[in-house]
């Protein structure tokens, strides 16, 4: 399902692909066209774990005035940094409510660019328990329509926590 947010996501991460890749090319001297050879063996992007775990600090209301924000660093494994935004998605009158269904991004810049990817998620936020917890596909980036859950609790005051992500195989449907 494309929504306008996805349309967005889909359209901030081509822009910023388009950004990399106008930077690459205007390394080259002027008149001079950058030379493509093909990616060598150790190239490769390194697989990703079957989890990642981190420590998130919460970093405000994002720029639209919507999405709760935190951010946090992967150590270990394949390094990089991770930004999850979380908006409320229930109706505004219930919005008072200590459980809140949420709708979440997650973003993984990895290291190594190539292991980096984007996450849409759904679920839920216990606000007395600090507890959220969210599930979807991979949408675009390494292992992109793979299925996973985010969980992440915070502590309050000032909503810094740990998050984990988990990632499931995806399944084949065999017919008879």
């Known amino acids: 399902m494309l929504n306008r947010r996805s349309v967005r996501l889909r359209a901030a991460l081509a822009a910023a692909g388009l950004a990399l890749a106008a930077g690459v090319v205007g390394l080259t001297a002027p008149g001079r066209v950058a030379a ?4 060598a063996a150790s190239s490769v992007p390194a697989d990703l774990p079957d989890s990642l ?3 998130v600090d919460y970093a405000g209301i ?4 919507v999405d709760l924000v935190w951010r946090g660093l992967v150590r270990g494994g394949i390094p990089g940094q991770v930004t999850v935004r979380m908006e409320y998605a229930g109706p505004p009158a219930e919005r008072g409510m200590p459980i809140w269904p949420v709708n979440a991004w997650l973003f993984f810049f990895a ?3 190539r292991s980096s990817f984007a996450a849409e998620l759904s679920g ?5 328990t600090g507890q959220m917890r969210v599930t979807g596909l991979v949408s675009d980036g390494v292992r992109i329509g793979t299925p996973m859950e985010q969980r992440m609790r915070v ?3 000032g909503l810094a ?6 990632f499931f195989p995806r ?6």
């Open 155 to 157: 502590e309050q005051p």
């Open 124 to 128: 839920s936020m216990n606000w007395r």
């Open 111 to 113: 290291d190594d660019l």
């Open 53 to 55: 775990e981190f420590e």
């Open 36 to 39: 493509v050879r093909p990616a």
């Open 62 to 65: 994002g720029g639209e005035g």
């Open 161 to 166: 926590g740990k998050a984990s992500v988990r």
């Open 171 to 176: 399944l084949t449907l065999l017919s008879p």
